[in-house]
């Protein structure tokens, strides 16, 4: 890559790193592009040399948080699966290593972009939206795809809807840090990971008898 190349590289990623903070904080309808502009020390014409308008940076930004998290899930799960490959174990280990790196971050989540997007989605057009949506259902997915194979072992106690279940874990995740906001305790959101763990546990591993 040209020094060029990598210094335009530099300066988009820069540009992402300070929206991402301004919009967790603010949300992107209080998100100036000219205090993205300031804070990155470039002029609005660099600005839109890489991102047309909002939408584009939206996109970008939500492109980023998925990569970001889809690496943060894989990692957490491979080692879990290192400790434990039954699927039931491997799960609950995996959500207990989640707590634990969300216990370990010193200001708790800074929160969530997609999330951010969905409360403001009157701002995007249709592209930002169903990028939001994808972003959704791909976690949906993933959880899902380990619920079947847990299930497949360990048929649940009850009947259960596994969309729900898979859906259960980002609506705790992100309950979690709006509830550890409003209230000021920013890693309270790990209790609520343990209790979800609890759930899981008791919802598949067979009674004692």
């Known amino acids: 890559m040209s020094r060029t190349a990598t210094r335009g590289a530099e300066t988009r990623t820069r540009i992402l790193e300070i929206a991402q903070d301004a919009i967790l904080q603010k949300g992107f309808d209080a998100t100036s592009i000219e205090e993205i502009v300031a804070a990155a020390e470039i002029t609005k014409g660099g600005f839109f040399y890489h991102f047309p308008d909002k939408n584009a940076l939206a996109r970008a930004l939500i492109e980023r948080h998925i990569a970001i998290e889809d690496e943060i899930f894989d990692g957490l799960w491979a080692r879990a699966r290192e400790l434990n490959d039954d699927p039931l174990h491997s799960a609950l280990i995996g959500l207990k290593l989640l707590a634990e790196m969300l216990a370990d971050m010193p200001h708790g989540h800074?929160?969530?972009v997609v999330a951010t997007a969905a409360y403001q989605d009157r701002l995007f057009d249709a592209e930002v939206r169903a990028l939001n949506r994808r972003a959704v259902l791909g976690w949906r997915g993933r959880f899902r795809a380990i619920f079947d194979e847990i299930?497949?072992?360990y048929p649940p106690r009850e009947a259960i809807d596994l969309d729900a279940l898979a859906d259960m874990i980002s609506t705790v995740v992100e309950g979690g840090i709006v509830m550890g906001k409003a209230l000021g305790e920013p890693h309270m959101i790990v209790g609520q990971i343990l209790?979800?763990?609890q759930f899981v546990k008791q919802t598949f591993l067979p009674a004692v008898q």
């Open 110 to 112: 800074p929160g969530c």
């Open 195 to 197: 209790l979800l763990r």
């Open 151 to 153: 299930a497949a072992a």
